[in-house]
Structures are given as C-alpha cells and as structure tokens.
C-alpha cells in the first residue's frame, strides 16, 4: 500500500492470467474500478450508477501496459509512433491493392489486344480459304463444261455420271463439309461407318461410335490434297536459280545446302558422274561446279583470301575528314636525355595534372600543350616495333624527334636513329640536348650530322635543330612550336566516323587482365564493344584504358589506348580492324592463321642470299641488293661500306642500309626483317635477344673474321656466282681379293683395305681396269662375322653392294665421302 496525493491504491493480482485490480480511495468515495487484463482494460461503474451504465471494455495493444520507469511523456510518444507505423502500413498496402490492380488491367488489356489480332488474323485467313475455294470451284464448273461439250455424257447409271452430277450439284449445297465432298470426289462411295485405324481401348469400351479423331495438320493435309485434285493435280514449283559461292573444295552436304537441293539428289548425281562418295566426303571446285550446273544453278568462284574483302580500306572523302593530333616519336642515344626531354615536356607542358610513369602503362601517351593543342608521343624502345609498322606500310608515325648530346654528339645508336627514320620516310626534328652544360658544342652535333645527310636549318638545310635543355627547361617553347610547324606543314587529317583502324605498338600477357595490347588509332573511333580482327587474332573490346590508367568508351583518330578483350596475344606491328559481326573475325584469325603455318612450314622460309639471287633473277625490277653491317670498330665498317659501294653495274648494286660498330642488337633484326636484307657481322656477335628475334623472323645471320672473304660473299651474291660446292674427298681403296655367293644376300667381295680406311656410311666407286662401272653404296661391311661400321688400312673384309652384283676377282673398289663447302670466292 502507497500513499499517492491523499489516494491510496490497492493492488491484487491472482493467478498467472489475472490481471490487475486497482481500487481508488478518495476520501470516502469509491470511483470506478478499473481491471487490467493482459490484452482489454474493463472500466467497471461505480455503485449507484444507471442502470445503463454496463462495463466498457477498450482493446488495448501490449505497448500499453507502461513498463516501470516510464513516463507520460515517452509514453504518449510511443503511442503517437505506433499510430503512425499503422498509417503507414495501411497507406503501402493500399499503394500495393492499386499498383496490382494497375497491373492486372494492363495485362486484360494486352490479353485482349492478342486476341483481337488472333481474331482477325484467322478472319483473314478464312476470307483467303473462301476465295480460293469459291476460284477452285469456278474452275472446276469451267472445266465440267468443257468436257460436256467436247463428249458425249456417260450414261446415268456410269459411275463417271454420278461424279459429274456430285460436282455439279456441290455448289448448290453449301451445307455440306469438306469433308463429305472430299470422300464423294476421292473414292466416289460413302464409307459409312467404316471404321479407320486400330481398335484401342477407348473406342472398344465408347462403343466404337465416331471412330478416331484425326488432328489438325491431317485436316489441313487432306483438304490440301482435296483442292489440288480439284485444281486438277499438284502443280510444280518454279524452279529457283541461285548464285552458289564455290571455294576450292567443298564437303558434299554444304554444296547442298548452298544449292537449296537435297543431298541425295546430289550424292545421286555425283554417283552418275563416277564418284562414289558420301555427304561427309569433299569434293574439288571443278567437280561441284559440274554439279550446280547440272541442277541449273550459276557458280560464284571464291578464295580463301575473300574473307579478308571486309576489311579493304576505302577512301575517305574529303568533307569527311577532320584533324588530328600529330604522332611523335623520340629517338636518339641511350646517354643523350630522351627520357629526361619527355619528362620535362610530360611536367613543363601538360595543363592537366598527370601521375609519374605513364610510359610503363601503355608505351604511349598524349600531353596537351599550353596553346591547346594536343600532341601524341610514342616510346618504342629498340625501335623493333617502329620498324616493323613501317614495313607493314602504317602510318603510324608522323615525326620523328632525334635527340643528340651536345656534349657527345653523333653517337652509333644516333646513326641507327637516322637510318630508321629514312626507311620511314618521316620528316625528322633534331633536339639537342644537355645544352646547359658548359662543354656543350651544339656546332659539332651539327657538323657530324652531315656525314649521315642530315643538314640543318643552321647549315641552310631543311631539318629543324632546337637547342633544348632538359635540367633547366630550356627551348622547350621552340621545340613544340617546331613540332607543331611540322605538323601543320603535312596536313594530318582523318575521318573519325568510320570502323575503326590502328596499330599495335606492343602487346603483353597480363596475369590478371590476359592478352593486353596498347593501340594507336589511326583512323575512325574505337568503341567499348566492337569486334575486331588484329592480324592472328580477334576479339571484342572489353574495356579501354587511356595512358593515365583511366577507364574510357571511345578513342578517336592518334589517341593510344590499352585494349582489352582479346583471345590472344598479336605481335608489335599488326594492325587492327573492326568488323561488323565475330564470325567474321573468326574467319579471318583463323585465315590469317593457317597462311602463316603454311609460310612457316614451307621450305626455305627466311631471307636468305640464295633466296635473294632468285629473286633478282625472276624479278626485273629488282635491282639493288640490301645488306646491314655491324663491326667492331669504325675504321672497319667505313673500309666495308666503301668496298660494298664498289661492288654492281648497270643492273644490280649493294645498297648498304645500315651500318654501325658494336654488337649485333634486336633493332639490326627489325630492320633487316623489314627491308628483307641479310645481317652481316664483322669480328662481331649477336646478343641473346636479337638471335632469338632472328630465328624468329627468319633473318639470316653471318659472321666473318676476314674482311676479304666478306667482300667475296656479297660478290658472288650480287653477280648471281655464289652457290653450294659439293666436294668429295677419297678415305680409302680396297681390292676384291674372292667373289662368295651368299644365300639372301646375293654376292659378296672379299676384300683387302690397300689405302686408308673402309667405311660402312660412305660412298663407292667399282673401278675394273681403272674404269669406273658402278657407283654406289654399300650393303654391308663384315669383319669376320660381325658387322663393323669401319676396316682399317692392311685388313680384310667384306664387301655387297647395294643393288649391283656383277663384281669380279680383281677389281678395285674406291671409297670417298661428299662434303658440302660453301662457296667463298678468293
């Protein structure tokens, strides 16, 4: 008991289910008693109340009862929250009763809309039925009447009368079926209640009444055959001439196929021409052009190599095309700063901010200079992949960039640099280097550029030079003005609304991305999603991602991208094409494929000097012979070259296209490999690299220590006098001494070694009376009973020849060997 501002409150609570009691006390008087139950609170009236007053019960939810600690306040507010958690139950259920009512009305709607169109669909189709029923039968009544007029009509009791007398009256008696008429004018006799088919178990126990039940397509089948019987037969079909396309061979059930006839129709006719063969066996073109011509088809001759007809380039029109940003490549020595000057150009000239080492990503990439134009820079290190594209005939470089040392000027690496951008045929900027240093000498680099043909600006040429530093930043200005004059003078323009065209700059094997190849744009735009071919391989762009590691959809026109997607990795220098469907790329993979296993099996593949005296000689237009030189020093590759210049006439001559001092190195192999010209070196070797690239490509390699020899070799090549000598060298004589003969083996010499030695591998010569009658080889050699591969000089043995017997006491037998020596000319 609790004493509660002058009121007193009693509690009872009785059993696990009854509820609470309070009684209130004030002052005397008793109020309403109030029962609490777990889930109704029933206000009782107090004594003396009307009789009207009954209890009043209110349903309560169980947040109701206030646990202890709690106030009015938080009371009330959690009331208020549970109402409005209700409201907002009851508003979703009734937004979810109208979205299923909105859902049901548009799926009666849509229903009812395929059932209209089902309805008219087979009003028409019964229209078209009626109209060609009400043709056939106007056809038929011609026909009748007709056949009435020209004959008399059979007597009535003629079954042929009774049928003219069906078909006349079948008009007048729209009534019937068609299939009542069909059975009057199929068989002219009712069935009755013929029953048709098999007794099963159904009908036996249904009492047999209504026979089977035929289906709709047997319906539509007789009805069929009922309106050409009444048309007056089946007519033929038209004969349909189509163009087959014919390669050189075909298998027998694709010839079908393309001819749209059937293959034992043309098993058939193979056999009638003496071939037995099956659908799954091929057939030549000249056979199956036979047989399309015989079923009156036209013969559409195709190659292999049309699948590659998707992919001609075609011109572009002038309104079409649009600028581009120049393509730029920085060559030069190792030592001379190339990669500080891209550095200080990336730094110094890019507006928007771009992370270190964005050449590792993609081998390429594109700077936008402060004027706004954009530039793009290629990094081929070892210049293999340069070459290779220039000799695939892309144009994917512009300009070339040759950076030399003021410091150091022309160096080997330089002079190679100069080779490569002539072979390009690319306008060339010279960028000297390292000009802050105080030793530089900027006119020295000038001066030995002119030994190689490279005249400057500053010595009245048309070679742009720009004194650069890339320490301090000097000339950098001038340098892409030159660059961006260059660019301006050639115009550089594509069209970007087209399939997309480019080359491969390098290409990798990915761990966690697969086959990656970086691609400069050459033409049109590639797009995330389109199919493309890429010499040996194909695929669909998966992703692309430009030179900042950046996710991108397009690339237009001298934009390098990485790609993604491919089944396989391309070599440095194919080039890209997209194609409208896959199975077009497929084909062209797998084309492209095949030819290079086929190149690659073919005998003698390579370049060779052999191969080179052929081709001069089956070639008239052919007329100089290119050769690359590597020596040791360059007092010896000056002596070569000018010795190699000395060598030709009127119709043939050396042509030296590079030559430099230092080992032989990858790029030498690109370049021979793009002009087809053999490697000569002089006191030097190849490295591990550019030896396995040459036995790669095929590039022939020789080393000569005499520089003699080498002048004859290259001689010999260019006169057409070089070739293989085959020499034969004598090892030994041996003297038939007794002649056995042996059962299964035929006659055998019994010899003596008079000189030198016998060998079993060698050849021999029969000589009677120093006269040479037989030359071969032998069949065995036996010392004793054992087969012996070699008899020394003084011991016997014996001798069979290989398919010769006539062999005779006395007679000397020579033994030599063949040796094959190439030919060095003194």
């Known amino acids: 008991m609790s004493d509660n501002d002058g009121k007193k409150t009693l509690g009872v609570r009785s059993g696990p289910r009854a509820g609470n009691v309070k009684q209130s006390f004030s002052h005397g008087r008793t109020k309403n008693v109030v029962v609490e139950t777990k889930r109704k609170r029933i206000v009782k009236p107090k004594p003396g109340a009307a009789p009207g007053a009954a209890n009043k019960t209110v349903n309560l939810p169980d947040s109701t009862r206030r646990p202890a ?40 709607r849509r229903r009812e809309e395929a059932e209209a169109k089902e309805r008219e669909q087979r009003e028409a189709e019964e229209r078209a039925k009626a109209k060609a029923e009400e043709e056939a039968r106007k056809k038929r009544e011609a026909e009748t009447a007709t056949k009435q007029a020209a004959a008399t009509p059979p007597p009535p009791d003629e079954p042929g009368a009774k049928q003219d007398r069906t078909i006349k009256q079948a008009p007048r008696k729209p009534e019937r079926t068609d299939r009542d008429d069909s059975k009057s004018r199929g068989k002219g006799r009712d069935d009755g209640g013929r029953r048709g088919g098999k007794l099963t178990l159904n009908q036996a126990l249904s009492g047999g009444e209504g026979g089977r039940q035929k289906s709709m397509a047997a319906m539509k089948r007789k009805q069929e055959r009922a309106r050409q019987k009444a048309m007056g037969g089946a007519q033929e079909r038209e004969k349909v001439v189509r163009d087959v396309q014919l390669p050189e061979t075909i298998v027998v059930s694709e010839l079908a196929n393309r001819m749209a006839e059937r293959v034992g129709d043309v098993v058939k006719a193979l056999m009638n021409n003496g071939m037995m063969v099956t659908q799954n066996q091929t057939v030549d073109a000249d056979t199956a052009e036979l047989i399309i011509e015989e079923f009156g088809h036209k013969v559409v001759r195709v190659s292999d190599s049309d699948v590659e007809d998707v992919i001609h380039a075609v011109a572009d029109k002038d309104e079409d095309l649009q600028s581009r940003p120049p393509v730029i490549t920085i060559m030069g020595h190792v030592d001379h700063g190339k990669t500080s000057l891209l550095d200080a150009i990336r730094d110094a000239k890019v507006v928007a901010g771009e992370a270190g080492g964005i050449t590792q990503h993609i081998g390429a990439y594109q700077v936008t200079t402060a004027s706004g134009a954009k530039l793009s ?322 590039v022939e ?126």
């Open 701 to 826: 390699i020789r080393y000569y220590s005499v520089i003699y020899d080498l002048v004859d070799v290259v001689n010999a090549a260019a006169s057409g006098l070089l070739g293989t000598e085959i020499r034969v060298n004598f090892i030994g004589y041996a003297k038939i001494k007794e002649v056995f003969k042996v059962t299964g083996v035929g006659k055998v010499a019994g010899c003596l070694v008079t000189e030198g030695v016998a060998r079993r591998s060698a050849g021999v010569r029969l000589l009677r009376d120093d006269v040479v009658i037989h030359e071969g080889t032998l069949k065995t050699l036996k010392r004793f009973k054992d087969e012996v591969a070699e008899v020394q000089s003084g011991q016997e043995c014996g001798m069979a020849f290989e398919s010769y017997d006539d062999i005779r006491e006395g007679d000397v037998i020579e033994i030599f060997e063949r040796e094959e020596v190439e030919r060095n000319l003194a």
């Open 377 to 698: 820079f290629l990094d081929t290190p070892g210049h293999a992949a340069f070459t290779s594209m220039r000799s695939r005939g892309a144009q994917v470089t512009d300009i070339v960039v040759l950076v030399v040392a003021a410091d150091d000027s022309v160096m080997p690496q330089t002079v190679e640099a100069i080779n490569h951008a002539k072979a390009a045929q690319v306008p060339m900027i010279v960028a000297i280097n390292k000009i802050d240093k105080p030793e530089a000498n900027p006119d020295k680099v000038r001066t030995g550029l002119l030994q190689h043909e490279v005249v400057v600006e500053a010595m009245s040429g048309d070679v742009q030079d720009v004194e650069v530093s890339a320490q301090t930043g000097q000339g950098l200005d001038e340098l892409l003005e030159a660059i961006a004059l260059q660019a301006e003078i050639l115009e550089l323009k594509a069209n970007p609304d087209r399939a997309a065209e480019g080359a491969v700059i390098e290409a990798q094997l990915d761990v966690g991305r697969g086959p990656v190849a970086t691609v400069l744009v050459q033409r049109g735009t590639l797009r995330q999603g389109d199919i493309f071919v890429v010499g040996e391989q194909y695929g669909k762009v998966r992703a692309l991602m430009n030179d900042r590691g950046e996710r991108v959809k397009e690339a237009g026109p001298s934009v390098p991208v990485e790609v993604l997607g491919l089944n396989g990795t391309p070599e440095a220098g194919d080039v890209l094409n997209v194609v409208s469907t896959e199975a077009q790329a497929r084909e062209i993979a797998e084309y492209r494929s095949k030819a290079a296993k086929e190149r690659r099996a073919a005998a003698g593949a390579g370049t060779s000097l052999e191969q080179l005296l052929a081709q001069a000689k089956e070639t008239e237009n052919l007329k100089e012979l290119p050769i690359l030189v590597k020596a040791d020093v360059q007092g010896s590759a000056e002596a070569i070259v000018q010795a190699m210049e000395k060598i030709g006439n009127e119709e043939v001559r050396v042509r030296v296209l590079h030559s430099g001092v230092g080992a032989i190195t990858e790029s030498d192999i690109g370049l021979a490999e793009a002009s087809g010209a053999p490697v000569f070196g002089f006191n030097v070797r190849a490295n591990a690299p550019a030896r396995q690239s040459a036995n790669q490509k095929g």
């Open 69 to 108: 600690g709690i106030s009015d306040t938080e009371m009330e507010r959690r009331m208020k929250a549970l109402a409005a958690a209700k409201e907002r139950e009851v508003e979703e259920a009734a937004k979810r009763e109208a979205e299923e009512k909105a859902r049901d009305a548009e799926r009666q």
